[in-house]
């Protein structure tokens, strides 16, 4: 299995606002910036997510065990705060060994400005150079939808839906849609 490599960073990325935004891989000095991100985040936002992030240990644990074999972090920073993070998690297991995830979380102040898909773009990239072939994403409906019309802007499918797979904080169901993004020449940037 290829590690995923960051090269090329830091890099001063331009948004639809005007606004820039430093892109770098995430390091080991950031676990306080990253709490005070997830802090940040509305609770629809972090109600989702498959890890407790208020939790500190959460954000030490990911910022002292960095694994470029299993996952690579990109952070967004302006002001010296994170503003959004990329998660690009690969499977280990041989079955799945060509497929990689993605997550990504944007503060609302930088949302709708593009740079989600500066995120997928830089992830999408570093996982072709680790012989991923598909990205995939796991997004709620009605909760993300904003992040679907993104994906599909780059060119993700649908795959499938899970009906009422999750349940929101009053205990209704939520279906999870399953998108994917195949890497490969025919696939434009």
């Known amino acids: 299995m290829v590690a995923f490599a960051a090269r090329d960073f830091p890099k001063t990325v331009g948004l639809r606002d005007g606004a820039t935004v430093t892109v770098r891989p995430l390091a080991s000095t950031d676990t306080v910036k990253l709490w005070d991100f997830f802090s940040a985040l509305p609770e629809p936002d972090r109600y989702f997510m498959k890890d407790d992030v208020l939790d ?3 954000t030490a644990r990911w910022t002292s065990n960095i694994d470029h074999d299993r996952a690579l972090a990109l952070v967004a920073v302006s002001d010296d705060a994170i503003v959004a993070d990329g998660v690009l998690l690969k499977q280990a297991d041989p079955a799945r060994r060509h497929l990689a995830e993605v997550r990504v979380n944007i503060t609302p102040g930088f949302q709708g ?9 830089e992830l999408a990239e570093i996982a072709w150079d680790a012989d991923v072939e598909v990205l995939g994403f796991e997004l ?3 909760v993300q939808d904003a992040a679907i019309e993104a994906v599909r ?17 009053n205990g209704e169901p939520r279906s999870l849609v399953l998108y994917q993004i195949p890497l490969g020449s025919w696939f434009k940037f």
């Open 56 to 58: 500190p240990a959460t």
């Open 113 to 121: 400005k593009g740079l989600g898909t500066v995120l997928i773009r």
């Open 140 to 142: 709620v409906e009605g």
């Open 153 to 169: 802007g780059l060119g993700a499918f649908h795959v499938g839906t899970l009906q009422g797979y999750l349940r929101d904080p």
